[in-house]
């Protein structure tokens, strides 16, 4: 397994301004989502918020008022970007796909199409971010496994966060046992998240 260095400047400045701020966007009105570049913007920043945000809340939940200590070990950095980026893509995934499948079955958008379309270029911008080139494959193998079963007609009905929340368990650099006394609470804490992403697309969407 490669390493990806990451050091604490770099999570300051990168992975946590969405965690830091997230209350404060929440204030700022939000504009109507009516075509495609702004759907994509929106399974981007929606997807990078649940995933940084379920992560760090869950390791500072854990490690307590010794958290920031931890971001000085290379090793726990290693863990933390990978834990970031494998939980990310699979919640641009399960965005996606509840996007599409709800456009397709409440407001008759046909071209599903676009769904593979948009996914790859999120893909693609997000190299230039240092998303591991790896992980970038596996999340394009993972997407069309999951295109080649998807039933665009209920998904967004059938637990389409499911996939994120298991992620989130399975990457969290935290000890296994410590990890099955947490599964139900860190589960639910990641579909609290997503149902107010489902809540906000619903009010914005106009197309």
Known sequence: MAKYKLTWKD?????????LFAL?????????????????????????????VTLYSYL?????????????????????NL???????????D?????????R??????????AKELFLKILDDEISNKMPLDIIQEAKK???????????????LDRP???????????????DELKALDRSIVLNSVILKWDTVKKEFKERIKF
């Open 83 to 93: 834990a970031k980026w494998n939980i990310y893509s699979t919640s641009l995934q």
């Open 95 to 103: 965005l996606t796909f509840f996007i599409f499948s709800y456009l």
């Open 24 to 52: 404060f966007k929440a204030f700022i009105p939000k504009k109507k989502i009516s075509n495609l570049d702004q759907l994509e913007e929106f399974i981007q920043s929606k997807a990078a918020w649940v995933s940084q």
């Open 60 to 80: 500072k939940t854990r490690m307590g008022t010794r958290y920031v200590l931890h971001f000085e070990n290379d090793k726990f950095m290693d863990s933390v």
């Open 11 to 19: 999570l300051t400045l990168d992975d946590f301004r969405t965690y």
């Open 161 to 175: 966060f499911n996939p994120s929340a298991l992620s989130l368990f399975k990457w969290a650099p935290i000890s």
């Open 142 to 156: 993972n997407f069309e496994e999951r295109l080649g079963n998807i039933n665009w007609d209920n998904y967004y």
């Open 105 to 114: 079955d409440n407001l008759n958008y046909q071209d599903t199409d676009k």
